[in-house]
């Protein structure tokens, strides 16, 4: 019968690694051949092998989607998992260190010192569908933790009040050991005097209290790029918050919002723009200016146009944001009827619908 690793392990499918890892961990101690009491060695070796797989991402994702241990092992070529490649000796469970051991294999590392990268910021920009069409730069300003510019971050006084933690000895973790019926087990935990940074400061920088950051607020210089639609995400590295003692800063990211136009709907990278032309335009046919983002151009109306007609004018629209490449514009005729008339214009507009109506009619009934 196939394996089931979550089963092995006691776990659901959607357990993760943490409790993969002290899942591992119980059974582990439980089932090592050096357990007088409990050991059990194919129970091992099983033990083993769910955890190599469950525990990496790649091998997790293959099994999950062939379903079962068997199944896995034709897919993927399973080889199992050796502990030896860490270098450790499971032959000697009196200096077992487990904390080493599952820090190397989940992907950790113990020795790595905290230091927090500082936050991202988000900043939401409204604009112009001009600015959108051709580009534009911005000056914002925003309020954020900078850098301390007396301490440069370090939140120290002087350089030489930066001292190494007693605690840790500036590993910046903690090793505890403790005797058990098993053996002596270790484990290794974030220091919790330094918080992880290995460090421990005297004096603390007058300028930030030692906190080695100071809210202040900063003018940004944004350069807005052709094509841009609404919600568009611009990312500016490094404009975020100072990161904690001196560490690298978060980034801004600026959100487009595009103002609506006057006179154009955007649709991509076209635009659209509904044109009221007379009745006597329309019919006779003309030459109208008509507005783009860049100004006015010409455009010919031939006779007997009729409303509701579209005309495309190439190239008069935005830029693509990627590719460069322009839109169009397009013109809807929209035909107007007067609502006031003096007396020549009904006379002549009488005059029109008599000849216009027989001519009408003898069509249809000839």
Known sequence: MAKDYYKVLGLNKNATKEEIKKSYKRLARKYHPDNKETGDEEKFKEINEAASVLANDEKRQQYDQFGD??????????????????????????SFDFGDIFDKFFGGNVFTRTRRRGADLRYDLEISLEDAAFGDKKEIFISKLTKCNKCHGTG??????????????????????????????????????????????????????GKGRIEKEKKIEIRIPEGVSNGTKLRISGEGEAGEKGSDAGDLYVVIFIKEHEYFEREGDDIYFKMPLTFAQAALGSQVEVPTLKGKAKLKIPAGTQSGTLFRMKGNGIPNLHSGEKGDQYVKVRIIVPKKLNKKQKELLKEFSEIENKGFFEKIFK
Not at 188 to 203: A, D, L, N, P, V
Request: with cysteine; charged share 25%; net charge negative.
């Open 69 to 94: 241990a068997e199944a896995f092992k034709q897919s993927s070529d399973f080889r199992g998992f050796d502990f030896s490649d860490f270098g450790f000796d499971f032959g000697d469970l009196a």
């Open 156 to 209: 120290a006084y002087s350089e030489e009040d930066i001292i190494r933690c007693d605690q840790c000895n500036g590993s910046g973790m903690y090793k505890q050991t403790r005797r058990t019926p098993f053996g002596i087990f270790a484990t290794t935990s974030t220091c919790r005097k330094c918080h992880g940074t290995g460090e421990m400061i005297k004096r603390a920088c007058p300028n930030c209290s």
